[in-house]
C-alpha cells in the first residue's frame, strides 16, 4: 500500500509546526523497494511505448508527405477496371486489396474507403460495393509514388467530399492513438524518480536524525 503522511520537519531550532509531505511505503512488494520497482515499470513502459508509436511511423511519413505536396493534388475521376485482394504472408502481416482503374488515361491503384468498421474478404466484395466500369470521385497527383505505403494510396485519394478534412482527422487520431502515449510514459518516469529520489533523501535525513539524538543520548 502507498499512503501519504505529514511527518514533523526537524530543524535547528526544533520542531517547527509546519509539515512536510512524505511517501509510506509498506507491503506492496516484500523484500524489494516499491518505488525502486515502480521506476523500473515506468521505465519499460517508455520502451514499449516507443515501439507503439514505431509502429505507426509510415502512417506519419504519408500524413507529411500529403501535406507537403498537398497543391499537387486535384481533382479527377476513378473509373474501375477491376479490384485486387490479397491475403497476408510472411512479408505482408494481414490481408490488402485495392481498386485497379484508370485516370485520365493510365492505369492506377486506389484502396477505397470502405467506412469505419468495414472490411472485404474477397474480390467479389470490392466489386459488389464498387462495381467496374462504375468512376469515383478522386483526387490525383501523378508526382505521387505509385507505391502502397502503410495501406494507402499516394497517387489517387478518394474524395469523400471532405479530402482535406479527412485528412485533418487522421492527423487528429494519429496524435492521439500514436503520439500521445510517449510523452504520457516519460512523465510518468520523471514523477516516479522523483519521488523516489525525495523518499530516499527524506529517509536519510530521518537516519541522521535519529544518529544524533541516540548520540546524545
Known amino acids: 500500500m502507498i499512503t ?48 507503439w508509436t514505431a509502429a505507426f511511423i509510415l502512417t506519419v511519413f504519408n500524413r507529411a508527405l500529403i501535406a507537403w505536396t ?10 474501375v477496371t477491376g479490384a485486387c485482394y490479397s491475403l497476408g504472408n510472411t512479408h505482408n502481416f494481414g490481408s490488402s486489396w485495392w481498386l485497379i482503374g484508370t485516370v485520365e488515361g493510365p492505369q492506377e491503384r486506389l484502396i477505397p474507403n470502405l467506412g469505419a468498421g468495414n472490411t472485404v474478404t474477397c474480390v467479389e466484395d470490392l466489386t459488389s460495393r464498387f462495381p467496374v466500369n462504375s468512376t469515383m470521385n478522386v483526387i490525383y497527383n501523378p508526382a505521387a509514388t505509385t507505391d502502397i505505403i502503410q495501406h494507402e494510396t499516394l497517387r489517387v485519394r478518394q474524395d469523400t467530399g471532405d479530402p482535406w478534412g479527412d485528412e485533418r482527422r487522421k492527423c487528429i487520431w494519429l496524435f492521439w492513438r500514436a503520439g500521445l502515449p510517449l510523452p504520457l510514459t516519460i512523465v510518468l518516469y520523471v514523477f516516479v524518480r522523483r519521488t523516489a529520489a525525495r523518499a530516499a533523501k527524506a529517509d536519510a535525513a530521518r537516519s541522521t536524525v535519529a544518529d544524533s539524538a541516540s548520540a546524545v543520548l
Open 70 to 79: 498537398a497543391d499537387d493534388y486535384r481533382p479527377a475521376k476513378f473509373q
Open 4 to 51: 501519504w503522511a505529514a511527518t514533523p520537519n526537524p530543524s535547528a531550532n526544533g520542531w517547527r509546526s509546519r509539515t512536510q509531505m512524505r511517501i509510506k511505503v509498506r507491503g506492496v512488494f516484500p523484500g524489494t523497494n516499491p518505488l525502486s520497482t515502480a521506476r523500473k515499470i515506468s521505465a519499460a513502459c517508455i520502451f514499449l511505448a516507443a515501439l
